[in-house]
């Protein structure tokens, strides 16, 4: 059993619904995840998943008209779910640090980036203006920005793109939050930056044993960081297991799928797996059946079941529905088909 | 900073010069000089001649342009065919007064769009906004004439509430009575004009204030733990108001020019009365010397602009 304060984050049935044209449609629909102390998890799928919608469910910032969010989010017993707007203020920023995708338009561009770092130690923290600004300071260092009293004065727009999301990220490890929410960190980032934002990511895990959620659509990413990670399909987790697991002895179609459409070798012949279809939209997803099926068509229905469930397979490792078993991919069953066209033929 | 408005002062050279030129020439092209209206069947064509020939207006355009230009230089803006008074001191009694109208204007614009655009902004879609809009369209869609006309009929006429003509009136003495006086002549005009010039602050506010709600940069304001309020004032609102400062030198100076409307309905002794009744009397150096000062300001309107833009948007300075 985990020691109870290795437990950071326990989200528990969490159904995140968007109103669409006056109805409610569940974009994350009976999520279950734990964060635990010093562990990377990641959540992976493709776009229109629920990746994003259970980062803002859990950090709170939804719109709160247009969306239900139901189950339990507990963060150290405190129900995140339905929590007062005031209350949630104190945890967001000082409990739940968040990282966002696109770091120019997540700075306000009239602000010097370091008042915008400033800011979250004035909510959190007594410090006076010079405290502040010595701790922006050391955060810039720690952060890796070079000459951080000069970065300071500057505008969102006199920095580059890494510069920019080590100032984001500063901001989010401000108050040394226990939770760190990092939404797709990497993807507005040229190749050799992504690797350094993810080594700082790394490292401020390592130094301050806090608990990272890692959203991303990028397996890469997922291989070089994360210990756990939870694929999700059309408001599902479809699969859920550790990292190398994950990657050694995929189960679940999707991830199977998913894992094939990544170039594996230098071959430059290599045709990449394509996923037919898209992910189906908010109004169009299906609720009954395995939500997967129609885009893996040449599986029989029989292979699925009725109301695909989670499964723990092997001790860690969850999977959903059952047509893992008799899964194979469509050009397999092609090769199948020309060998045996090729042995009738002789 | 300094360099962005030098820079800006530098420009501004070139751009006086061709706007000089183009009402110079313009003028030039009107018909008619200042002897025609002196002409009866009486007068000798000769002394015509002689009094055109010393007045200069046989020499070569760019003579009479240089000789224009080294008397605007000078403060000398020619002698009002009509008033036989220097335009220049015609000019300045007049200006006193649209700049008084001009700024009460101002002030009172701004103080009726800015609530009325953050209240349709914070409560899109809701009875707020939807108030603000009608209120919006009305304004958009009355012509100013109608407006004023209107406005001056019920609360000058029919009610009786404030004066129907004039800046001051004749029998107000000492310094608080003038100027009481004048603030009474004033007000009526300042928020009928002030009413229809709203619309394009309260519209731009209440788009900005929309399209910046949903940035990215507000949500990781939201995220810091910042409270609702802070995060309106800190980070939407000042943002939603860069739009509205990138116009604030023009319609500063908008105002000084484009009050001929009402200050005609009111018959208030402003710049754009004065225009209007040149055009009526055919006063040409009037008619010449007041669109050169209303291009000027409309240059000077944008130079304030950039100004006031750079101060707050940091995207715009130089370096």
Same mark, same amino acid.
Request: aromatic content about 8%; glycine content about 8%.
């Given at each position: 059993? /985990?020691?109870?304060?290795?437990?950071?984050?326990?989200i528990?049935h969490?159904?995140?619904?968007?109103?669409l044209?006056?109805?409610?449609?569940d974009?994350?629909?009976? =999520? *279950?995840l734990?964060?635990k102390?010093?562990?990377?998890l990641?959540?992976?799928?493709?776009?229109?998943c629920g990746?994003s919608?259970?980062a803002?469910?859990?950090?709170?910032?939804?719109?709160?008209?247009?969306?239900? =969010?139901?189950?339990?989010?507990?963060?150290? /017993?405190l *129900?995140?779910?339905?929590l007062?707007?005031?209350?949630f203020?104190?945890i967001?920023?000082?409990?739940?640090?968040?990282?966002?995708?696109d770091?120019?338009?997540s700075?306000?561009?009239l602000?010097r980036?370091?008042?915008? @770092?400033?800011?979250?130690l004035?909510?959190?923290?007594?410090? %006076?203006?010079?405290?502040?600004?010595?701790? @922006?300071?050391e955060?810039f260092?720690?952060?890796?920005?070079?000459?951080? *009293?000069?970065?300071y /004065?500057?505008?969102?727009?006199?920095?580059?793109?890494?510069?920019?999301?080590?100032?984001?990220?500063?901001?989010?490890?401000?108050? %040394?939050?226990?939770?760190?929410?990092?939404?797709?960190?990497t993807?507005?980032l040229d190749?050799?930056?992504?690797?350094q934002?993810?080594?700082?990511?790394? %490292?401020?895990?390592?130094?301050?044993?806090?608990?990272?959620?890692?959203?991303?659509?990028?397996?890469?990413?997922?291989?070089?960081?994360?210990?756990e990670v939870? =694929?999700?399909?059309?408001?599902?987790?479809?699969?859920?297991?550790?990292?190398?697991?994950?990657?050694?002895?995929?189960l679940?179609?999707?991830?199977?799928?998913?894992?094939?459409?990544m170039?594996?070798?230098?071959?430059?012949?290599?045709?990449l797996? @394509?996923?037919?279809?898209?992910v189906?939209?908010?109004k169009?997803m299906p609720?009954?059946?395995?939500?997967?099926?129609?885009?893996?068509?040449?599986?029989?229905?029989?292979?699925?079941?009725?109301?695909p469930?989670?499964?723990?397979?092997e001790?860690?490792h969850?999977?959903?529905?059952?047509c893992?078993?008799?899964?194979?991919f469509?050009?397999?069953? *092609?090769v199948?088909?020309?060998?045996v066209?090729?042995?009738?033929?002789? | 900073?300094?360099? +962005?408005?030098?820079?800006?002062?530098?420009?501004m050279?070139?751009?006086?010069?061709?706007?000089?030129?183009?009402?110079?020439?313009?003028a030039k092209?009107m018909?008619?000089?200042?002897?025609?209206?002196s002409?009866?069947?009486?007068?000798?064509?000769?002394?015509?001649?002689?009094?055109?020939r010393?007045?200069?207006l $046989?020499?070569?355009? $760019?003579?009479?342009?240089g000789r224009?230009?080294?008397n605007?230089?000078?403060?000398?803006l020619?002698?009002?065919?009509?008033?036989?008074?220097p335009?220049?001191?015609l000019?300045?009694?007049r200006a006193?007064?649209?700049?008084?109208?001009?700024l009460?204007?101002?002030?009172? &614009?701004?103080s009726?769009?800015?609530?009325?655009?953050?209240?349709?902004?914070?409560?899109?879609?809701?009875?707020q906004d939807?108030?603000?809009?009608?209120?919006?369209y009305? &304004?958009?869609?009355i012509?100013?004439?109608?407006?004023y006309?209107?406005?001056?009929?019920?609360f000058?006429f +029919?009610?009786?509430?404030f004066p129907?003509?004039?800046s001051?009136?004749?029998?107000?003495?000492?310094?608080?009575?003038?100027l009481g006086?004048?603030?009474?002549?004033?007000?009526?005009?300042?928020?009928?004009?002030?009413?229809?010039?709203?619309?394009? +602050?309260?519209? $731009? !506010?209440?788009?900005?204030?929309?399209?910046?709600?949903v940035?990215d940069?507000v949500r &990781?304001?939201?995220?810091?733990?910042?409270?609702?309020?802070?995060?309106?004032h800190k980070?939407?609102?000042?943002?939603?108001?860069?739009?509205?400062?990138?116009?604030?030198?023009?319609t500063?100076?908008?105002?000084?020019?484009g009050?001929?409307i009402?200050?005609?309905?009111?018959?208030?002794?402003?710049?754009?009365?004065?225009?209007i009744?040149?055009?009526?009397?055919?006063?040409?150096?009037t008619? &010449?010397? !007041?669109?050169l000062i209303?291009?000027?300001?409309?240059?000077?309107?944008?130079l304030?602009?950039?100004?006031?833009?750079?101060?707050?948007?940091?995207?715009?300075r130089?370096?």
């Amino acid at each position: 059993m /985990e020691k109870q304060s290795d437990l950071l984050l326990d989200i528990q049935h969490l159904h995140t619904a968007y109103r669409l044209q006056g109805k409610f449609y569940d974009a994350a629909d009976d =999520v *279950n995840l734990t964060l635990k102390r010093d562990e990377i998890l990641a959540i992976v799928g493709e776009s229109g998943c629920g990746k994003s919608t259970i980062a803002s469910s859990v950090i709170g910032l939804y719109d709160h008209k247009n969306t239900k =969010v139901t189950g339990d989010i507990l963060y150290n /017993e405190l *129900n995140l779910v339905g929590l007062n707007e005031s209350l949630f203020n104190k945890i967001r920023g000082e409990k739940i640090g968040m990282i966002f995708q696109d770091p120019l338009a997540s700075l306000n561009p009239l602000m010097r980036v370091g008042d915008q @770092v400033a800011e979250t130690l004035y909510y959190h923290t007594n410090m %006076d203006e010079k405290a502040r600004h010595a701790k @922006v300071i050391e955060l810039f260092n720690q952060v890796g920005m070079p000459k951080p *009293n000069e970065m300071y /004065e500057m505008y969102p727009h006199e920095l580059s793109g890494g510069l920019r999301q080590r100032v984001v990220i500063a901001m989010a490890i401000a108050c %040394d939050p226990e939770v760190i929410i990092a939404d797709e960190p990497t993807t507005a980032l040229d190749v050799t930056i992504q690797a350094q934002i993810l080594d700082l990511l790394e %490292d401020i895990q390592k130094k301050s044993h806090s608990g990272i959620i890692l959203i991303t659509h990028d397996l890469g990413v997922v291989a070089e960081t994360a210990d756990e990670v939870a =694929v999700m399909y059309a408001g599902q987790i479809v699969e859920k297991a550790d990292v190398k697991t994950i990657f050694k002895h995929p189960l679940h179609p999707y991830t199977r799928s998913l894992l094939n459409s990544m170039p594996q070798s230098d071959d430059e012949d290599e045709d990449l797996h @394509v996923i037919h279809g898209t992910v189906p939209s908010l109004k169009n997803m299906p609720r009954q059946g395995d939500r997967f099926a129609a885009r893996i068509p040449w599986i029989p229905a029989s292979a699925h079941e009725e109301n695909p469930q989670i499964h723990e397979v092997e001790p860690g490792h969850f999977v959903r529905c059952t047509c893992w078993k008799t899964f194979h991919f469509e050009n397999d069953e *092609n090769v199948k088909k020309q060998e045996v066209e090729a042995v009738s033929g002789e | 900073m300094w360099k +962005t408005v030098l820079r800006r002062l530098l420009i501004m050279i070139p751009q006086l010069i061709i706007l000089s030129l183009l009402v110079f020439l313009l003028a030039k092209m009107m018909p008619g000089d200042p002897f025609s209206g002196s002409i009866n069947p009486n007068t000798d064509p000769k002394q015509i001649d002689a009094l055109r020939r010393a007045a200069g207006l $046989y020499d070569p355009w $760019y003579v009479q342009y240089g000789r224009w230009v080294g008397n605007l230089l000078h403060g000398d803006l020619g002698t009002s065919y009509i008033q036989h008074v220097p335009v220049s001191s015609l000019i300045a009694d007049r200006a006193v007064n649209t700049f008084w109208l001009s700024l009460l204007t101002t002030i009172l &614009t701004y103080s009726i769009a800015i609530p009325l655009g953050i209240t349709a902004g914070r409560h899109q879609d809701q009875w707020q906004d939807t108030s603000v809009r009608i209120f919006n369209y009305i &304004t958009l869609a009355i012509p100013g004439f109608v407006f004023y006309i209107l406005g001056l009929w019920l609360f000058g006429f +029919t009610l009786g509430w404030f004066p129907i003509s004039g800046s001051v009136s004749a029998n107000a003495s000492g310094f608080w009575g003038i100027l009481g006086s004048r603030l009474y002549h004033m007000i009526l005009p300042a928020i009928l004009y002030a009413l229809i010039t709203t619309t394009f +602050t309260v519209q $731009y !506010l209440r788009t900005g204030i929309i399209d910046n709600k949903v940035e990215d940069y507000v949500r &990781t304001a939201r995220s810091k733990g910042v409270p609702e309020n802070v995060v309106f004032h800190k980070h939407i609102l000042r943002n939603s108001l860069l739009p509205i400062a990138a116009f604030l030198g023009n319609t500063i100076t908008g105002l000084l020019s484009g009050s001929m409307i009402i200050e005609t309905v009111f018959s208030y002794p402003g710049m754009g009365k004065l225009f209007i009744d040149s055009i009526g009397q055919r006063d040409y150096t009037t008619l &010449t010397a !007041l669109i050169l000062i209303f291009g000027i300001l409309t240059l000077i309107g944008n130079l304030l602009s950039d100004i006031i833009m750079s101060i707050i948007d940091p995207r715009i300075r130089i370096q």
